[in-house]
């Protein structure tokens, strides 16, 4: 066997195993790229170790941040209502804040939602001076503003996400 | 301990079944791409030796095709939706290595194939026995002990053996094996399911030192006894690699269970310190480092090994003189612990260059895997085998090109060695499912805790 061949042979089989890994890379391409543009979300891998941060925070903070830019531009500047953003089934459902706004699953709630991962009585939101603010009622899967978790009373801004289980309001 | 909601919830759930129907027919189309690779490697090597075909090349292509087959079919009807990549990449690493055993050692090469059957059938097993990880979690002290106990093992008077220097098998009757290698597993799953319901309190910083927040000093615990098992590992069995691998396991998913950094500073100056003591008290440690330092103080004797790959993988240079071309029974061990010389040898920068970018899709892809599960005892498990595999590629790769001091650990998939191919399969079978798992899931409050 010519030497020659051999080697002609060898580079071959070493272009197929890095045509191999190219391979490896497009399929990891194929569900990471088109995922971000269909859905236009930050990419799952992005941000800190997932185990010690609260669910979703950094997406939901980056979301949160680019719906206060948007809705500040075409609304006034004063909080007047929180609107529905997820789940999808119940997107828009709204009501106005005032000096005492519940949110739970029980049906004497000033918004009810009847989801598995919101409590009876889950939150409050109220407007004191102007500035609105958050309150977690001792639920079980805890309330979150922009991927922070509320301990006592947190205030809360325009444009701002407030997670109640796994229901999204934004303030407005 | 609060249940909070994965992320994956507020999101439309993905069509589960679509995915999975992409997902194996991409599988598919890389087992066939590694199928001919591996071929053409075995049909290469043999031109190299003998300037003919091999013989039984159509066998091989037959086992070949039924093992892939096989382990697909199998993902296929017990866990559709798991990860692409990782089966096609330990079909590439498992041929790989097989034909450069098969290529220094015919009878090796049939045990080798054997071991590989029987992997494929642990792996297939694991996959139909183990239907949700969760289950594993609840049996979380039952396999901290069965670790500890398989660790131990070896050093039992009857089955224990004594085999170059490390005592790690055990043997009953004819069949002899290394029980650290499916300790490991056990370990990985007993940690994962350990910190994943201590994290909160092993997480939270309430005491002070100076400027520094860290955690009470009484959760510091945990790291002890890691620090403790892996110390006892090395006085008894010699085996420094496995100490290694055990510690930084533990270190890994103590890390990413409560991001605190404090744990992997504390673990390495334990580490640091274990390392000092065992190399003043210890003459195999003080062995290992001194053919590290300088392996030509003794170039016939205990620098042969170390020296001898070095030459192998000067002389295999940029893309190596060829598969079958390069010298045979140059280093002892070539098809355990210096494997990757011999691909150094043969196939050159580029090969072992291959062999690290496959370990590293791997690892990427486990850890793709662990960040789908969602803060769950899945992501922790799946943190733990990937850096299980990757840790242990990485420290005899090490080892070998004197990056560090040489432990005697395999190459997962690509070393000979039955305990070290079966366990690995194994642990490949776990992966699959969590990732598996973690596509299908329906929102459920009991998977975050």
């Known amino acids: 066997m010519p030497e020659q061949l051999l080697t002609v042979l060898k580079l071959c089989l070493l272009a197929l195993l890095y045509l191999f890994f190219l391979r490896v890379l497009r399929a990891v391409w194929a569900e990471v790229g088109p995922l971000r543009a269909a859905t236009g979300q930050v990419p799952r891998s992005a941000g800190a170790p997932a185990a010690a941060e609260p669910p979703a925070a950094g997406r939901r903070g980056r979301s ?37 706004l519940t949110i739970g699953r029980a049906a004497g709630c000033s918004m009810v939602f009847d989801e598995r991962f919101v409590s009876q009585v889950h939150c409050r939101v109220f407007v004191r001076d102007g500035a609105v603010f958050v309150e977690d009622l001792g639920s079980t899967n805890g309330t979150w503003v922009n991927g922070a978790r509320v301990v006592g009373q947190m205030p809360a801004r325009l444009g701002d996400r407030i997670q109640v289980g796994n229901v999204v309001l934004e303030v407005r | 301990m609060t249940a909070t909601v994965p992320p994956s919830s507020a999101t439309p759930r993905p069509n589960v079944q679509a995915i999975g ?17 591996v071929l053409g490697a075995y049909a290469l090597a043999s031109l190299g030796r003998n300037a003919s075909l091999p013989a039984d090349i159509l066998p091989f292509l037959g086992v070949i095709l039924v093992l892939v ?98 005592r790690i098998w055990v043997a009953f009757g004819p069949v002899s ?11 990985a799953i007993f940690f994962a399911g350990y910190l994943v319901e201590r994290r909160e309190i092993l997480g939270v910083a309430t005491f002070r030192v100076g400027p520094f927040n860290t955690p009470d000093p009484r959760q510091f615990g945990p790291v002890l006894v890691a620090w ?83 030459y192998a993988l000067a002389w295999g240079g940029t893309s190596g003189v060829g598969p079958g071309l390069g010298i045979v029974d140059r280093i002892p061990f070539d098809e355990t612990d210096f494997i990757v010389a011999i691909i150094g040898e043969e196939l050159g920068l580029l090969g072992t260059t291959a062999v690290l970018v496959a370990f590293l899709l791997l690892a990427g892809s486990g850890l793709r895997i662990a960040k789908g599960a969602g803060a769950t005892f899945g992501t922790l498990l799946a943190v733990g085998l990937t850096s299980l595999v ?9 080892g070998v090109t004197r990056l560090l001091p040489l432990t005697g650990v395999t190459l997962p998939f690509v ?12 642990l490949v079978a776990l992966l699959l499912r969590i990732s598996d798992q973690s596509i299908r899931r329906a929102p459920d409050p009991l998977a975050a805790l």
């Open chain 1, 64 to 100: 949160a941040r680019a719906g206060r830019s948007r809705s500040s531009r075409r609304q006034p500047s004063v909080p007047t209502r929180l609107v529905t953003v997820e789940p999808a089934s119940r997107a828009g459902a709204e009501a106005a804040l005032g000096p005492e």
């Open chain 2, 21 to 37: 129907t992409r997902r194996r027919t991409t599988e598919l189309g890389l087992l066939v791409l590694s199928s001919i690779i």
């Open chain 2, 69 to 166: 087959l096989a382990a697909h079919l199998a993902v296929r009807r017990w866990a559709r939706c798991s990860d692409a990549l990782l089966l096609p990449i330990v079909a590439l690493l498992n041929g790989l290595g097989f034909v450069f055993i098969a290529r220094l050692d015919d009878q090796l090469a049939g045990l080798q194939a054997t071991w590989t059957g029987v992997g494929i059938a642990a792996f297939i097993l694991t996959l139909v026995v183990v239907r949700d990880v969760r289950v594993l979690q609840r049996y979380r002290y039952t396999f901290g002990l069965v670790g500890v106990a398989l660790l131990l093992l070896p050093l039992l008077p009857v089955f224990g053996q004594n085999i170059n220097g490390a």
């Open chain 2, 177 to 187: 094996f290394q029980p650290g290698e499916f300790a490991k597993i056990a370990l």
């Open chain 2, 228 to 310: 403790g098992i892996s110390l006892l590992v090395v006085i008894f069995q010699r085996d420094l690699g496995s100490a290694l691998l055990f510690f930084l396991l533990f270190l890994v998913t103590l890390w990413v269970a409560t991001g605190r950094a404090v744990y992997v500073v504390l673990g390495f100056v334990l580490f640091g310190v274990g390392a000092f003591v065992s190399w003043t008290q210890f003459s195999h440690v003080q062995d290992r480092v001194s053919i590290w330092l300088d392996p030509w103080a003794d170039p016939a004797g205990s620098g042969y090994q170390v020296i001898q790959a070095a």
């Open chain 2, 390 to 398: 990757a840790f242990q590629a990485f420290i005899i790769m090490a």
């Open chain 2, 415 to 426: 070393s000979y060695g039955g305990s070290s191919l079966v366990s690995n399969y194994v």
